[in-house]
């Protein structure tokens, strides 16, 4: 099925047509993709439950209170646990929401998504969505009829923060337990506490309170409306493979041969400390930079990043900054489908921080 025509009729059957007064009402679209804020517990007490079960038009009507914040539309573009999150689905989800604001359909967006990659998704769309309407990510970490279910108050608040102007220009952002995150810069920390999101070193963007977004800050200039990508340019074609590979004390190379053997284009090392690596990838290193391979060095550590003034530098290597070494793997991804040598694609690095 084409974008539009899914578009289409995803939007005529979800349609929702809130009373408002004469003032002007923004649209919001929710577009739902699974995760915990979709899930079903057996039981409400306990910990075992089964994500991405509820559809969009369920979690609608679990917050009706949305429908005093915006005239709101769903769309369900899949529902899987986000760690079967797919760069397919990554261009799918791209391409509707291009589509949504280039043909004028909405003022806003909400994705719900499962907290698992919910911090990669809302990187990708950073760096492709061409548009500086807001987009927000939420999720939940209990399963929707949990006791103490935590998706229905994120919901409505990534609704508050989508339909506000506030939040125009302010690149990709997600909503988690009221606060308000960039996407270059936050991560999931806690496993299953409510309170699982941080922006580490950097803080939230804001917070919201009452339905009010209140932003402390504005985050790095490259996103969005201001990114050299953009999904118009991927053409639907899917993107350059690129690995990560774990350092450890006695790591072993064996992982990076693999990965090279399948064909990457390029490595993300998440190395220990200040982008270190064990003495068996250290060693392999050269040898794969000069078979063409890219190499980012990166961390394994929250907070600090890595910069060019690491110890034991080698010639070729890339530096991932403050991002994340899963953060870094979709920047080169994007970045590959312009750029092949490491001057411009360090500047990219560097840019989109
Ligand atoms: N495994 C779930 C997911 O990412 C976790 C969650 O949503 O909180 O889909």
């Known amino acids: ?33 699974g995760g915990t804020i979709a899930g079903i517990a057996p039981s409400s ?31 369900q573009l899949c529902n899987i646990a986000s760690q079967h999150m797919t760069t397919e689905i990554w261009i799918r989800l791209a391409s509707v929401i291009d589509s949504l604001f280039s043909n004028d359909l909405c003022d806003g967006i909400v994705v719900t998504h499962g907290t698992d990659t919910m911090e990669e998704t809302a990187f990708f769309l950073n ?14 970490m209990r399963p929707s009829n949990a006791l103490g279910a935590d998706g229905p ?3 409505y608040n990534a609704v508050c923060l989508a339909a506000s102007p506030a939040a125009r220009d302010k690149g990709v952002m997600a909503v988690m337990n009221d606060y308000i995150f960039a996407a270059a810069e936050f991560t999931k920390t806690h496993t299953v ?31 969005t409306v201001h990114s050299e990508f953009s999904i118009k340019h991927l053409h639907g074609t899917d993107l350059p493979p690129v690995g990560i590979v774990l350092s450890y004390a006695g790591a072993s190379a064996v992982p990076v041969e693999a990965l090279i053997a399948s064909g990457v284009e390029g490595i993300v090392v998440a190395g220990v400390g200040h982008g ?12 794969i930079i000069a078979r063409g391979v ?4 990166a961390t394994r550590i929250l907070c600090g990043g890595v910069a060019s003034d690491v110890e034991s ?25 312009r750029y092949r040598d490491p001057d411009n694609l360090q500047r990219i690095i560097d840019g989109y921080q």
């Open 294 to 297: 890219l190499i980012v060095r």
């Open 153 to 155: 108050a994120n919901l």
């Open 193 to 223: 506490n409510p309170h699982a999101f941080e922006s580490p070193g950097r803080g939230p963007l804001g917070i919201i309170r009452g339905g009010i977004p209140v932003f402390f800050r504005d985050p790095g200039p490259m996103h």
């Open 313 to 337: 530098p080698f010639e070729g290597q890339l530096t991932s900054g403050l991002l994340s070494p899963q953060k870094v793997r979709i920047l080169l991804m994007v970045a590959l489908t």
């Open 45 to 75: 007490a306990g910990t075992f439950y089964d994500p991405a079960q509820l559809t969009v038009g369920a979690l609608m009507e679990q917050v009706p209170e949305i429908r005093s914040k915006a005239s709101i539309t769903g769309i």
């Open 276 to 287: 270190n690596y064990s003495l068996e990838i250290e060693a392999a290193i050269p040898g």
């Open 1 to 33: 099925m084409t974008v539009k025509k899914f578009l289409l009729l995803s939007t005529l059957s979800l349609l929702f047509i809130p009373a408002f007064g004469n003032g002007y009402t923004p649209r919001v679209t929710i577009i739902a993709t």
């Open 127 to 140: 760096l492709v969505v061409p548009h500086d309407k807001p987009v927000v990510l939420t999720g939940s």
